[in-house]
């Protein structure tokens, strides 16, 4: 059993919409990440969390500890915004696992 | 460019091989985590190192092992090399520790043949 489930596993969506894609996980944490892959491999941070929610730029993100729960959420989406979305949890004694990711396709 | 390094880009070998891929962090950084991600696996942590000490390890199997070396780069060995080792393996650095943000290079393709 995976210890994180991301949902929706594909979602498209058109220019301007916006975007919520989720991270459940099934262990005590002490970080979450949310990582974001482009179609050429590419791996860049998006974000990490302890607690409660950060913003750049349109990105928000959202962590709810109690429910053991994530939230990436992109406003007015662009194409640029198409890439796989991975979600990553800090536990135990520094063991790190991740989501299978969020792919996600925006169309102009 | 995260202003992490790696080498090679790609890596063709053929089963039962050794290679080994290079990663040079962050200028300041002291941690460099590598990473393994397979199409039926995913993205897989297999190990991180602080300031030269093995800090953290993950699904990291026998026949691989690691080091940092006193300038801070580090190299991932992979040896007797099986079809199912062929992967993409990144290598990313951080300032500190485990929870801090951590910057990916380009990854190094691996083809076992």
């Known amino acids: 059993k995976n210890e994180v489930e991301q949902s929706p596993q594909n979602l498209t969506a058109q220019e301007g919409e916006f975007i919520t894609i989720n991270c459940s996980y099934s262990v005590g944490i002490s970080a979450l990440h949310w990582l974001q892959q482009h179609p050429g491999g590419g791996i860049v941070s998006l974000f990490m969390?302890?607690?409660g929610k950060k913003k750049h730029g349109r990105l928000i993100a959202t962590i709810n500890i109690q429910e053991k729960h994530s939230s990436l959420h992109i406003t007015a989406s662009h194409p640029r915004d198409s890439a796989v979305y991975i979600c990553?949890?800090?536990?135990?004694?520094?063991?790190?696992?991740f989501g299978k990711g969020n792919q996600v396709v925006v169309i102009p | 460019d995260s202003g992490v390094t790696q080498t090679p880009k790609h890596l063709i070998t053929a089963t039962g091989q050794r290679v080994t891929l290079r990663c040079s962090p962050r200028?300041?950084?002291?941690?460099v985590y590598w990473y393994q991600q397979s199409l039926d696996q995913g993205l897989q942590f297999l190990i991180q190192?602080?300031?030269?000490?093995?800090?953290a390890k993950g699904n990291i199997l026998e026949r691989f092992s690691a080091q940092q070396f006193p300038d801070l780069h580090s190299e991932l060995n992979l040896s007797s090399l099986e079809l199912g080792d062929s992967a993409l393996y990144f290598c990313?650095?951080?300032?500190?520790?485990?929870?801090?943000?951590?910057?990916f290079g380009p990854g190094t393709r691996l083809l076992v043949l």
């Open positions: 969390l302890s607690s």
């Open positions: 990553a949890v800090l536990y135990g004694n520094n063991r790190l696992a």
């Open positions: 190192y602080y300031n030269g000490e093995e800090r």
């Open positions: 990313a650095s951080s300032t500190g520790d485990i929870q801090e943000t951590q910057y």
């Open positions: 200028s300041g950084d002291l941690s």
